[in-house]
């Protein structure tokens, strides 16, 4: 009863550790965020007070369009730095995230393990067979489950890829057309 009271009381306070640390990276994130959002108001607000400035000083139509080519490349290119930068904070919170999701699943399965093979240890005589079909079936959901992780790491990686070549592409046109 003992060791099952400490068991309990273990899993209780990796838990809440768990909980803790869960906690702390979405606030982490909100944090980078809302700071991430104040420094893009205030430029927002100096570039509308600059460019209103421009505007007002423009003679003819000819300026004008001068104006307008001038600030488009700047907006775009403030507004992919924006994009990325909110990608970021967002995918280093989902792999801190990710990161606790699979320490969890890793304890997880080897508590699990350890309490069946507690359990067959005492199975009566003659089970032989249903002790290795559920050796075996937990080796095949391990499997399984490592497959499905592996597979999830590389669409993560391959959409990480074509993100950073759309901005590139991106950029690349902006840099035509201005």
């Not at 965020?33 to 893009?40: F, H, P, Q, R, T």
């Not at 992919?80 to 995230?97: F, K, P, Q, T």
Request: glycine fraction near 2%.
């Amino acid at each position: 009863m003992i060791k099952n009271n400490e068991y309990f009381a273990t899993v209780a306070k990796a838990a809440v550790d768990s909980l803790a640390t869960i906690a702390h990276t979405s606030l982490a994130t909100s944090e980078r965020l809302a700071a991430l959002n104040l420094d893009a108001a205030r430029s927002l607000v100096a570039d509308s007070a600059a460019q209103l400035e421009a505007l007002l000083a423009v003679k003819d139509a000819q300026g004008l369009f001068a104006l307008q080519r001038s600030l488009a490349k700047p907006a775009v290119e403030k507004t992919l730095a924006y994009s990325r930068s909110v990608y970021e904070i967002l995918n280093a919170s989902a792999d801190g995230l990710a990161q606790i999701a699979e320490s969890q699943s890793a304890e997880l399965k080897k508590n699990f393990s350890a309490a069946v093979e507690q359990s067959l240890k005492s199975a009566p005589a003659g089970t032989e067979p249903v002790v290795a079909a559920v050796k075996s079936a937990l080796a095949q959901a391990d499997s399984a489950y490592e497959t499905l992780s592996q597979s999830a790491r590389q669409t993560k990686a391959a959409i990480e890829a074509n993100v950073a070549a759309a901005n590139a592409a991106t950029v690349k046109l902006i840099g035509k057309v201005a």
